[in-house]
């Protein structure tokens, strides 16, 4: 990789860019160059597909989980009793 | 000694997610649902040396919130279970949830695909969550479920930036090759 500011990034790099922007988190920059590589690069373009079908799978309202205050009370009583045994 | 090991330190880390999406898409309310989970763990932790080895702790796990999914639907049945049913509108509480059809398992509830599609959906995520290290599953779970920014992570886990998006990125191939097969 050239040291000059290049708008060619690595496999890598486009793949981090690539996650970051799941959570909104790449700045706009990054996510020109990650469409460029895009272009010219099949792996990453799958890896991309995938990801997204990742977030949105992830982000379906019926996906329920506890949260850590939640869970934390549900330890506090669950160890309480495996004391008592 | 028996040949089966079954850990219960472990068991809120490891199933207490999965058990949970199980219930809440039962009972349509996160309290009952969490005593449920929580009835079930302390039930399972009584009856601990039952526990035969013949299928995975988890499943023998579901099978007893089965059956407090089940007891929970009588115990809230049984206060006019007695008397025959004449209506179908309940005005002892005055609230919602008045109608009787709030207060048995929904039959047409799971018939709708998508409903049912992300049940196992949610089941399915659990699952390949807790088949990631550990590690791997409680940063992924952290910031995309529970939806922290990057810095409370780190600082919660003493972990750089950099190390995170490792983590995640790990995290994400790994989920993304469990679910690939029914889920892409």
Same mark, same amino acid.
């Given at each position: 990789?050239?040291?000059?500011?290049?708008?060619?990034?690595?496999?890598?790099?486009?793949?981090?860019?690539?996650? $970051?922007?799941? #959570?909104?988190?790449?700045? +706009?920059?990054?996510?020109?160059?990650?469409?460029?590589? +895009?272009?010219?690069?099949?792996?990453?373009? $799958?890896?991309? $597909?995938?990801? $997204?079908?990742?977030?949105? +799978?992830?982000?379906?309202?019926?996906?329920? #989980? +506890?949260?850590?205050?939640? =869970?934390? =009370?549900? =330890?506090?009583?669950?160890?309480?009793?495996?004391?008592?045994? | 000694?028996?040949?089966?090991?079954?850990?219960?330190?472990? *068991?809120?880390?490891?199933?207490?997610?999965?058990?949970?999406?199980?219930?809440?898409?039962?009972?349509?309310?996160?309290?009952? @649902?969490?005593?449920?989970?929580?009835?079930?763990?302390?039930?399972?932790?009584? &009856?601990?040396?039952?526990?035969?080895?013949?299928?995975?702790?988890? !499943?023998?796990?579901?099978? /007893?919130?089965?059956?407090? /999914? /089940?007891?929970?639907?009588?115990?809230?049945?049984?206060?006019?279970?007695?008397?025959?049913?004449?209506?179908?509108?309940?005005?002892? &509480?005055?609230?919602?949830?008045? *109608?009787?059809?709030?207060?048995?398992?929904?039959?047409?509830?799971?018939?709708?695909?998508?409903?049912?599609?992300?049940?196992?959906?949610?089941? @399915?995520?659990?699952?390949?969550?807790?088949?990631?290290?550990?590690?791997?599953?409680?940063?992924?779970?952290?910031?995309?479920?529970?939806?922290?920014?990057?810095? !409370?992570?780190?600082?919660?886990?003493?972990?750089?930036?950099?190390?995170? *998006?490792?983590? /995640?990125?790990? @995290?994400?191939?790994?989920?993304?090759?469990?679910?690939?097969?029914? *889920?892409?």
């Amino acid at each position: 990789m050239s040291k000059k500011r290049s708008i060619f990034i690595p496999c890598e790099a486009a793949n981090h860019t690539c996650d $970051k922007s799941q #959570y909104r988190e790449a700045s +706009l920059w990054e996510q020109i160059k990650l469409n460029i590589h +895009l272009i010219y690069c099949t792996a990453c373009r $799958k890896y991309s $597909k995938d990801n $997204k079908t990742l977030t949105k +799978l992830t982000s379906s309202p019926n996906i329920h #989980y +506890l949260n850590a205050r939640e =869970k934390e =009370k549900m =330890k506090k009583a669950f160890f309480k009793e495996l004391r008592n045994i | 000694m028996s040949k089966h090991q079954i850990n219960p330190n472990a *068991w809120i880390d490891l199933y207490s997610d999965y058990l949970f999406n199980y219930t809440v898409s039962r009972v349509k309310d996160r309290e009952t @649902a969490q005593d449920l989970v929580q009835d079930t763990f302390v039930a399972g932790l009584k &009856s601990m040396k039952n526990f035969e080895g013949k299928a995975s702790e988890r !499943t023998w796990l579901v099978s /007893i919130l089965k059956r407090k /999914i /089940i007891d929970h639907y009588r115990k809230i049945n049984s206060k006019k279970g007695q008397a025959e049913v004449r209506v179908n509108f309940n005005q002892e &509480s005055g609230e919602e949830g008045n *109608w009787l059809e709030k207060k048995i398992a929904d039959p047409y509830d799971k018939t709708a695909e998508d409903s049912m599609e992300n049940t196992e959906l949610g089941l @399915a995520i659990h699952n390949c969550l807790g088949k990631l290290p550990q590690k791997q599953a409680e940063v992924f779970k952290m910031k995309t479920l529970l939806g922290y920014e990057t810095q !409370t992570i780190c600082n919660e886990l003493n972990i750089t930036a950099s190390n995170l *998006w490792v983590i /995640i990125h790990r @995290a994400r191939t790994g989920l993304a090759s469990c679910l690939k097969e029914s *889920w892409f």
